[in-house]
């Protein structure tokens, strides 16, 4: 469906292969290859009403304005229709020419919607058009900070500055928040964004086919900048995009992310990580196992059944584990599974001394990881991989066989090393 103006000025829709309409300002002879996604909801709307318009009366003897906006609608057979509709309305009706060659009287108000608002009023007002809260990988950068986010089997890691679990919660806040503001104007190219306060990359994996052999990366780039109206309540924006124009500039309402500092901080990567150590259910603990560092003797493990948790003898036996040792592996899993920490980057902390490691494997033997337990100046620490969780209100459960922090002894003098994932055991 095209909306011709006075002056030539173009408006179209265009229905997509998948069904959807855009929009583009094209000539209606075109086939676009990239527009802005509109409501399709709206643009059937106006079809079903332009193919109901009752004809008020035939005007054989009127004559039409040249310079009268067109609607016409090209069929997927090619043929096309068109209507040229007089703005000016008598008692209602206005007069219309039906494919150059019938003069009409018509309702005014059935070709109100088309004319007044029209395709440009029926883009969506989101500025990641075509993408909601389904992404597949997002990237945040704002100035030196920069955070990759990835959804694998259905849960998000993230994978940089470093690899490790991601809160999905906080994940799902921030995508909300985004997904909230709403585009207030479409602007001209001189106001694409050149300087942004933070920098949008969202990206979802869409199945081509229906037995996954095929898929097709459908992306958004959103570049938010400064203030664009004294209120603050409006920001300039710029999007690129998969099926998008090249560029698009955008005055966007805030929604519910408002200073520079707020938008900043969405690229503060710490924010991102996971607030437990052990992202599994505590359920899918099968085998848990307890090594102070430099004490082989001091190892401890524990295999659970249908009746509970049997402590596993040096010599590969079995039997029955204690009570205080059952409440203690049930507040040991409890903190590690369940418990928030305050996450950090673990190159980010220089005083990190580890005194025991735990490993943990389901009933069939399957490695869940293992990770490291012990203090950061006093306070009761745990480190997995690339990321170090502080429990300054917490005292450490008896299994862990960690000392009072006041009864610490002097570290020795060691190599200075830089830990990795294959130092503390864990390839989760």
């Not at 229905?15 to 643009?43: C, K, M, N, Q, S």
């Not at 150590?277 to 003797?297: H, K, T």
């Not at 009761?380 to 690339?386: D, E, F, T």
């Amino acid at each position: 469906m095209t909306v011709t103006e006075p002056g030539g000025v173009t408006r179209s829709v265009y229905r997509t292969d998948l069904g959807g309409w855009i929009y583009a300002e094209l000539p209606v002879t075109a086939t676009p290859d990239v527009g802005w996604p509109t409501d399709a909801t709206r643009v059937n709307s106006a079809l079903r009403t332009l193919s109901l318009i009752p004809v008020a009366g035939e005007a054989e003897s009127a004559s039409i304005n040249d310079s009268a906006p067109v609607i016409e609608l090209r069929m997927a057979d090619g043929t096309t229709r068109s209507l040229q509709v007089e703005r000016d309305s008598v008692g209602g009706n206005t007069l219309a020419r039906i494919d150059e060659d019938r003069l009409v009287l018509i309702e005014a108000a059935t070709v109100a919607g088309v004319l007044e608002s029209g395709p440009e009023a029926w883009r969506v007002n989101s500025p990641l058009a075509g993408i909601a809260a389904d992404a597949s990988r997002i990237t945040i950068v704002a100035g030196e900070r920069r955070v990759a986010l990835a959804k694998v089997d259905n849960r998000w890691i993230m994978r940089g500055p470093i690899s490790a679990r991601a809160d999905e919660e906080i994940i799902r806040t921030v995508l909300e928040a985004i997904l909230k503001m709403r585009i207030v104007e479409f602007a001209g190219e001189a106001a694409l964004v050149t300087d942004p306060v933070v920098t949008i990359d969202i990206e979802r994996d869409d199945l081509v086919r229906d037995d996954g052999s095929a898929r097709r990366v459908t992306s958004r780039t959103l570049a938010i900048g400064g203030q664009a109206d004294a209120g603050a309540s409006t920001r300039r924006a710029t999007v690129r995009g998969t099926d998008l124009p090249p560029a698009t500039a955008l005055v966007v309402e805030r929604g519910d992310i408002i200073t520079d500092q707020q938008f900043a901080n969405l690229a503060r990567a710490e924010a991102y990580l996971s607030k437990t150590a052990v992202p599994e259910r505590r359920e899918d603990i099968g085998i848990i196992l307890f090594r102070p560092l430099g004490d082989p003797a001091g190892d401890r493990g524990f295999r659970r059944d249908l009746e509970g948790w049997n402590e596993m003898r040096p010599d590969g036996g079995m039997r029955t584990a204690e009570l205080p040792d059952r409440e203690e592996l049930t507040s040991a899993i409890t903190m590690m599974t369940g418990t928030p920490g305050e996450p950090r980057m673990a190159a980010d902390v220089e005083a990190f001394r580890p005194l025991t490691r735990v490993e943990m494997y389901t009933l069939d033997d399957s490695d869940l990881g293992s990770l490291q337990v012990g203090y950061v100046d006093g306070t009761l620490a745990i480190r997995r991989g690339n990321v170090l969780w502080l429990y300054p209100e917490i005292q450490a459960p008896s299994l862990f066989a960690l000392p009072a922090p006041d009864q610490l002894e002097p570290e020795p003098e060691r190599e200075p090393s830089d830990a990795s994932d294959s130092e503390t055991g864990d390839n989760k």
